[in-house]
């Protein structure tokens, strides 16, 4: 395992997940706040791990612009991204919503792994639940950083 | 059942003459006239379940003929009323020729009248296609008078109702005879026979809500007739037999009519024919056969001004003329193919395939059915012809030549574009794989695949479909129109321009900000959306899109001007509300308004939105727009209220403000007491608790999932209902004197936040409750435990308690805060904000401007509407031309003069005055101002290049509000004053 990217909005979250990444890989991942930054990073160069949220805003504000959407399942284009462009990278979902949205069906956490590997095969390896005040999330990310 | 009071006189058959002795002893049963309806029909339900063949003939016989069973009648044949349906008279299912054999009686006791009935009804339908509305009005009532309210007569009535718009006594009766059969009651079948003849709902929708309506547990025969005005000949054995009990229960008429058109087409084979033969007098079947198997005059009925829908048109009243024999088989030969794409029920009958093959016999290939020809406006009722088809039965044969064709070549580009832009509703028609397979969808044309993806997305909506059609439309404008996406609608409007209007539709804001290839940045999605309207309004002539163009650059950059959001208090983004409010209201809206002022008092009765009937209704279409809407504004997980909840409260920042460090950190020895600080632990679990509840059950949008949402998106609520009715008088009276859908949108914005208000109030009073509630910790709690009489720690721990108490109070009122209207956020702008971004907007043109601006002093105001675009134009006008001709580093002075002239109305006088460049004079400028205006006002609008000034002076004779535009010239000044007469 060398190259993750992570894409998050959150900065407390994102510094969280980079630990996290660092203590496990020993290697600074790349970083990505919105979806389209994500697909851009995605376009320029290859990841062995995505380290995904599902909430995004579409575009990365830029000072004086007008502001971006944010997308619940914005996460969810970027695992399209992979998907359909025959990428290699695995896909793990960290996400503080107890719920995914997939095509108008709210699925739990422990049942949106099913849907998306239905809908995206194997790349999607993990979707873990992100709490603020926990550890357990943790530990989960880190088992998948070790196993990938 | 269907038990008559007439020509009982003389039975062929006795009670002796049936061999089941069982059977024989529950007809003398039914002989008693104390049993009551439920009993008589549990026992016609057993006499049914046990008659042998022989047995249900002469039971059929007795019950019809016999004056023993005379107290029976359930039914008219002739119904003077039209039948309701209390379900309860409906029997068992039984064996179709047991069925059949029994309507067949029913005709044939009264053979004579039904055959005068055919003569009377081919004078009506005569009537109907060349005579005046009065005769219409005879036949029709002679019709009612003799042969009673039948839905024959029911869907004629519909069709004259649409035939005769402008006759208001035509109207009248109809609309009375429509009442009677429920109509106002809102009952479902007279709604289908008006809803499918008439045209204001779009078809294949109104046949899906319609058949989910009686599929969703509704009666046996209400469902019978509705699946049957969709699809009138028909042959699965078990449907058949229930069909004829439904179309008996209303009429004998009905059931004639069913039984003909099934025999006139070859529908019942040759064992139920040889009933029919049997049974039916010659005569009725002869008369019927000859009167109608004349053709349908096509040219006579009124199917609409553009010649490529006139089939459809007619395929949508055909139902009405369901009794002549050339419209039975094209109904046979379409029917089967024109179904939803989520409906089972269309795999067609031996019968009906070859009715399909004869019809389509010249459609051998895609090339034979599209082809590009003018449109004849032709109904073709015998067989597919490709030159001269409409769209509508271009579709069908499309969809024949796909499912039962010869395969052909995949089509070329333009082969593609034309069989789109000639064929309507493939999406709802076909199937994800029968789309790829018609349309392309592997093709290495660009082009033919983004068409593909298109129609798979329309009709699966699923997000990988989604993304697929994205990813090939932003390859296919990049690579073949220099990543130019009008320059893409452009080429679609010059070649198919359905296809260009649904590229039109579909790139909505949701859409074009997930083009990250094309628009890597907002403000390129929201220029895209603004030049699309721009597009849309050219090609499609429509003023309504370009005003929302307008509007769009206006309100980006108005919001850049306003700055930061304040992200804390409940948002709703307005520009995205707006251009929601432009993608999926137009139609609907300007339809409802249409309608005129009188909406007004029905209005203000709204109730409800009940069922399918009341959706006819405009008012009903008023509020269903505006429920619509609210449900946008509160539902939308992009820009809505369930935004903000998502991003500010289930993301953890309602809990982090709310817990983090909440017990102060400066009373560590107080709380080092185990016992102590359990307590404290257990008070920061339930307040926990209870934010998380907050945060997953009641700050929440309610729906099914989330029953304890505080905000309820239904405006039907008692708390709603009230404001809702003023909220329909307002944009009713609105677009009354503005006759601006602009302004109704920007009003709907308004009142979604006043019906917000109202659940807002009760989050706040339950977050005000909670302060006292669980929110406050008692004085003595943390000392509960302690079993030392220690007052000092006691006194301490008490000022614990109410430091921590003081401090989630605070942030409870804060977060009460959270739950109000942001109060610069409304669609409207007040004036100095205006001039603002107009100042701002100049500058980005003249760099180096940079006037020294006296803003004005004393009160500004709100405008809304299309107003505050026309005092935009003035500003930019004024200003542009400051900065263009004026002194750069001058004076800019702007001042506003308010003057209340009624009640309702204010004047305002708007000035701003600029200083002249430092080598020019005010001789000069008067003298190029006086010139740049000579001449006729009339081409103000329409030629470019010119100052605007003209086009300032011409808003005066185009805007009613715009009362004068005076220029004045002073101390080196041009002052430019924009008086307006407004509502306060």
Known sequence: ?148 | MGIASEDRSKPRYSLASISSLPVRNMMRGLLSRKGGETETVDTLNNIRAASSNADSKIVSSLLLHSPLFAHLAFVDDFPRVPRTLSGSSRLASRKIEHELEFQCMRLTRSAEKLVAFVSDLHRLNEALWGGSANSVIAGIERMASEYGLTLVLLRKVAFAARKFPDDEILQMFCGELLAVYGAERRNIISLAASDTIDESFAFVPLRRSMIDFVDGGHSATQADIIRWTFRPIRFSQDDVESQLQSHGLFSVVDSLLFIMTHLQVGAWGDRLNEIIRRIVPSSLVDAWQRTFSMAVPTESLDLGAEPEFRDLSFYRQSIAWIEYQGVCRLRMAVDHLYVDNKDTDGIAATQEYLATQAFFSAADNLSSVVRSTAYSGMVLLDRFDGDAAGMFLRTIAVIYVLRHGHPSDPLSRAQTLLLVNSTANLAMLLSPAEIRRLLGGSSDDLLCRYISDAVVYDCTSAITDGYRLRHTLQELVRSEFGGDLIRFAEFLGQNAKHVAEHLSGLCTEEFLIQLFDLFPTTDEVYEAKARLLEWHSDAFNEQTSRDAAKRLRIDQRLQRVRGEIDDVRIYVDPVRFGIWLQDNTIEELSAALRVGPQVRQLASQFTDFSDLSMARQPHVRLARVLQNAYNEFCADKRYGVDSYIGRRIRHGTLKGFLLTELVPADFPEQLDNPRVAAMLDEWIKRFEANVDSWASERFQVKSRKKPHGLIDPDLTTSGKITQVRSALVDLVDLYDRTKSLATVHQAMFEWCWRFLEDDLKRIRSEIETARSDWGAMTAGYLSRPLKERDDGLRRQLSSVSRQITNEAGERLRAVMKWFTKPTNLAPSAPIALLFDAVVQEVQEYFPDYHPQVIPAAGADMELYGALYQHVYDYFYVVIYNAAKHGHRKGTLRYTLGIDVVTETRQVIAISVASQIADDDSLQAVRERIQSAVAGSLEDAMVVERRSGIKKLLRMKADMKEVVDVRIEYYNNMVDFIFILLVSR
């Open chain 1, 1 to 148: 395992m060398t190259d993750v990217l992570i894409v998050e909005d959150d900065t407390f979250k994102m510094e969280r997940l980079e630990r996290c990444v660092v203590e496990v890989t020993s290697l600074r991942p790349r970083q990505a706040v919105s979806v389209q930054q994500a697909v851009q990073a995605l376009r320029a160069s290859n990841f062995d791990l995505v380290v995904l949220d599902m909430a995004l805003p579409s575009h990365t504000v830029q000072a004086g612009q007008s502001p971006a959407t944010s997308l619940l399942t914005g996460g969810l284009e970027v695992i399209m991204e992979v998907a359909f462009g025959n990428r290699t990278e695995k896909i793990v979902v960290v996400t503080q919503y107890p719920e995914i949205d997939i095509d108008d069906t709210s699925y739990p956490l422990n049942e949106a792994h099913v849907a998306l590997t239905g809908l995206f095969g194997d790349r999607v390896v993990a979707v873990i639940q992100y709490e603020s005040g926990g550890t357990a999330w943790e530990a989960q990310l880190q088992s998948v950083l070790r196993s990938s």
